[in-house]
């Protein structure tokens, strides 16, 4: 099992930390894949794969990278390996459907038009609209009374923070948080599950719960696993694509007025901020046998960083790969992974980032970043976003 300093060290990469490669890492990534694609660094312990070819075709391959992290706790979906994972996704995927999250899109916008006529002509993008935006979606689906969304919010907070790079001991105590508040949300699915096994809803828990393949249901357990996997990996990760386009607006204002012209657009627009500034810029596995990548013989056992934030950029996959261009296509970017753990999230993920700037465009002009604010990058080498996006804009 891994030691959580172990795996705090492995995520902090030295090049990433100056405050410039915070705020912009792909400078720094870019070089790294051009001067050593693929290596091992002697301090996080760990291999760094960057070339769009060689991450590609270390997600593809389960059998030889594996998910698998050992952790008895919690077992879920992003850390299992074949057949078990086939057998849980499938069944999940039965519940989380396209059309079930197409379903969604009338309340989502409600709920971006509500925080958006809340800001006054001033607002940080990510407190008053990127952060409640994907939390407030996540329950509704899921049927969180309302009553309890402010519990919720607190509880899916201290599941990310640990996305941080942090010191060892500071690393430690956010793990026992985190231990406590997967005991809380526990308890409280549980409650919920019990509520639904008597008098079933319309919402993603009945459905977890009716999921039936040949036979085979989701138990209990897994339910419970599954809801809080999707406030970990749902909720920042989202927060994360709106603050970045809000950011590419801003970088590039003359954007606001070609898709606000054009709003038809947005989903290539999305697309393009996804591969530009993916909100998960790494992704791990481990060796299961030795392998060979890109010339380096990986053992088995041995950690593997795949850095999607490099690739996305490699110029043997994309033309102008450091330009932004709304309407890249084709765009194959790997900001939501590849292979059997593609994102589950993505139809979901795309959704919201789509209603989120439509539905800003029709609202705010001339959006513009405060001059003179400190902008805070999440201290992470794992998520790309940032925690404060101060704007002002006309309405
Ligand atoms: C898996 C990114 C939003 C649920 C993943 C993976 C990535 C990713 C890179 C693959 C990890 C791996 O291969 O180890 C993102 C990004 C998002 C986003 C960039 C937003 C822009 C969401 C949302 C949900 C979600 C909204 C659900 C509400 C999941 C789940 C998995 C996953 C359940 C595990 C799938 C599996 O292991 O089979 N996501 N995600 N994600 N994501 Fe997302």
Redesign the pocket.
């Given at each position: 099992m891994m030691k959580g300093s172990k795996f705090a060290n492995m995520l902090r990469m030295t090049e990433l930390e100056t405050p410039e490669s915070r705020l912009d890492p792909f400078g720094v990534l870019s070089q790294l894949r051009r001067e050593s694609p693929v290596r091992f660094d002697e301090n996080r312990n760990c291999w760094d794969v960057f070339p769009y070819e060689d991450v590609h075709r270390i997600?593809k391959d389960p059998k030889m990278f594996s998910?698998a992290r050992g952790a008895a706790a919690n077992q879920?979906?992003?850390?299992?390996d074949p057949p078990k994972?086939h057998q849980?996704?499938d069944l999940?995927n039965k519940a989380?459907t396209p059309r079930a999250i197409q379903e969604l899109a009338p309340r989502i916008r409600d709920i971006a038009e509500d925080l958006l006529s809340q800001a006054g002509a001033e607002m940080d993008v990510v407190h008053d609209f990127a952060a409640p935006l994907?939390v407030i979606?996540?329950s509704e689906?899921l049927g969180v009374p309302s009553s309890d969304r402010h519990h919720f919010k607190q509880w899916s907070d201290v599941l990310v923070e640990s996305a941080e790079d942090l010191s060892d001991e500071a690393f430690e105590q956010i793990m026992q948080k985190r231990m406590k508040t997967v005991g809380e949300l526990t308890d409280y699915f549980q409650g919920i599950l019990k509520e639904r096994a008597s008098e079933p809803k319309d919402d993603l828990v009945s459905a977890l719960m009716q999921a039936e393949i040949e036979g085979e249901k989701l138990s209990e357990q897994e339910i419970v696993n599954?809801c809080i996997?999707?406030?970990a990996?749902?909720?920042e990760?989202?927060t994360?694509?709106i603050t970045n386009s809000f950011r590419i607006l801003t970088e590039q204002p003359q954007l606001q007025v070609e898709l606000a012209q054009d709003p038809g657009v947005i989903p290539t627009f999305i697309e393009e901020v996804?591969r530009y500034y993916?909100?998960?810029v790494s992704?791990?596995?481990v060796a299961s046998e030795d392998v060979q990548i890109g010339g380096s013989l990986i053992r088995k056992g041995d950690q593997v960083i795949t850095w999607?934030g490099a690739a996305n950029r490699d110029e043997s996959k994309f033309t102008d790969p450091d330009a932004f261009h709304k309407l890249r296509k084709p765009n194959p970017h790997?900001?939501?992974?590849?292979?059997?753990?593609?994102?589950?999230?993505?139809p979901?993920?795309?959704l919201?980032?789509h209603i989120a700037i439509e539905t800003l465009l029709q609202f705010c002009h001339d959006i513009k970043l405060v001059p003179g604010r400190e902008i805070v990058p999440i201290q992470s080498s794992f998520v790309f976003g940032l925690k404060n996006y101060p704007v002002t804009f006309e309405s």
């Open positions: 997600l998910s879920n979906l992003l850390f299992m994972h849980l996704r999940v989380f994907p979606v996540i689906l599954f996997l999707l406030l990996a749902g909720n990760t989202t994360n694509l996804l993916p909100p998960i992704i791990g596995r999607v790997m900001s939501f992974g590849f292979g059997i753990h593609f994102c589950l999230g993505a979901l993920a795309r919201e980032g």
